[in-house]
């Protein structure tokens, strides 16, 4: 009925995972489960520390070269961006501010410049 025997073997790891799991809430098992937690402990901690010692030897050597290149070029385009945008800052602080001091120094030119719709008074009077 199924072609692969991986799943079997998936259903059977699920079970015991779930047996495990009920048999752990048991007070009679808490000894036994404790056992079996520190020995599983000891195991995964080898495991552990042969898969860092592993990663420190073949997988860190491969590629920190690479990754230092291309920390260099991200740290360029960075400081290329903020030059950017300390430029395009300071260039509308300037503009703002020269506004601000040419209508403290000069106040009705920016008046007589813009256009004022006209009033009722100013209309000519029609003929009726």
């Known amino acids: 009925m199924f072609q692969d025997k991986g ?4 259903i059977v790891i699920i079970a015991v995972i779930l ?6 809430q048991q007070a ?7 056992n079996i937690f520190l020995q599983g402990s000891g195991v995964a901690q080898e495991y552990l520390s042969k898969g860092s ?6 997988v860190y050597p491969k590629i920190s070269g690479e990754v ?6 991200i740290k360029n385009e960075i400081n290329q961006e903020k030059e950017k945008i ?4 300071g260039e509308k602080i300037k503009n703002y501010f020269s506004g601000v001091a040419d209508s403290i120094l000069h106040p009705g030119k920016t008046q007589q ?7 009722e008074s100013s209309q000519a009077p029609s003929s009726q």
Do not use: E, H
């Open 7 to 10: 799943f079997i073997k998936y």
């Open 19 to 24: 047996i495990v799991i009920f048999l752990s």
């Open 28 to 34: 009679y098992f808490k000894g036994i489960g404790k």
């Open 53 to 58: 010692d592993w990663a420190q030897n073949s």
């Open 68 to 73: 230092q290149k291309r920390g260099d070029m």
């Open 86 to 89: 300390s430029q395009t800052i």
């Open 113 to 119: 410049n813009q256009a004022c719709p006209p009033t």
